[in-house]
């Protein structure tokens, strides 16, 4: 089944504790992106990437981190999480720069005390 | 830079009656344009799309068409069932694979 999977779902952390949220797609897509949803803001993106070693800052990058080592996974990291940064954290990837629909995880739920 | 905006919600309906969550964008080039929708503790779902100026994307029973004179891609759908209650937003897509969001609509039908 072609999917998008994102761990964990959901993560309570405390702030200055480094953390990782996984992502990987199963579909040989090219491109793949973070996105973070807050409530009446929609969906902004964070990063996204091309292809292997290739990536770039989105909308609001600032406080994160990503790595493209492999095609099929699209780590975020999180180097010293602060209460701001509490959302919901999508994946998506898609096979196309501008046509193609993207899939998207089932998304990660973190809260940052 | 790009933008969308979406029709402030939430939206209320009735089943069976005629839905339209209004789309407006701003942006350089000729984008794609997209409805996403999300139902509750779920991603965004693809619902429809349309590539260039005047086409209709159509799914479900929804439809949008491209509109460049008036810069939309609104949103509408004849009879609308209590399965639409859902998150919808509006997108558009330049390059890169970078969609630019609107802020979303929730719509909730009654039986």
């Known amino acids: 089944e072609a999917q998008v999977t994102q761990n964990p779902r959901y993560l309570i952390t405390v702030t200055g504790k480094k ?7 199963n579909m ?3 491109y793949m ?13 964070i990063y996204y990437s091309m292809n292997v070693e290739v990536t770039d800052k989105g909308d609001v990058p600032e406080g994160y981190k990503v790595s493209r080592k492999e095609k099929r996974n699209f780590p975020l990291i999180l180097e010293s999480p602060s209460p701001n940064q509490t959302s919901l954290y999508f994946c998506a990837s898609n096979s196309d720069g501008r046509y193609n629909e993207q899939f998207f995880g089932p998304g990660t739920r973190l809260t940052v005390l | 830079g790009n933008s969308v905006t979406q029709m402030e919600g939430p939206v209320t309906l009735s089943e069976e009656a005629f839905l339209t969550i209004n789309c407006t964008y701003t942006a350089t080039g000729y984008p794609s344009l997209f ?7 779920e ?12 086409d209709k994307g159509s799914n479900k029973g929804f439809e949008a068409t491209y509109r460049k004179e ?18 919808y937003f509006c997108a558009l897509g330049t390059s890169y694979g970078k969609l630019t969001f609107g802020q979303g609509t929730i719509l909730t039908v009654h039986p």
């Open chain 1, 28 to 30: 040989n897509h090219e």
């Open chain 2, 70 to 87: 008036t810069t939309s891609f609104h949103l509408e759908k004849g009879s609308v069932q209590v399965s639409d209650s859902a998150v």
């Open chain 2, 43 to 54: 991603g965004l779902q693809l619902l429809l799309k349309a590539t260039k100026a005047d």
């Open chain 1, 33 to 45: 992106s973070w996105y973070r949803q807050d409530p009446g803001l929609g969906l902004r993106q």
């Open chain 2, 35 to 41: 409805w996403y929708v999300q139902y509750p503790g």
């Open chain 1, 19 to 25: 953390l990782t949220v996984t992502c990987s797609q």
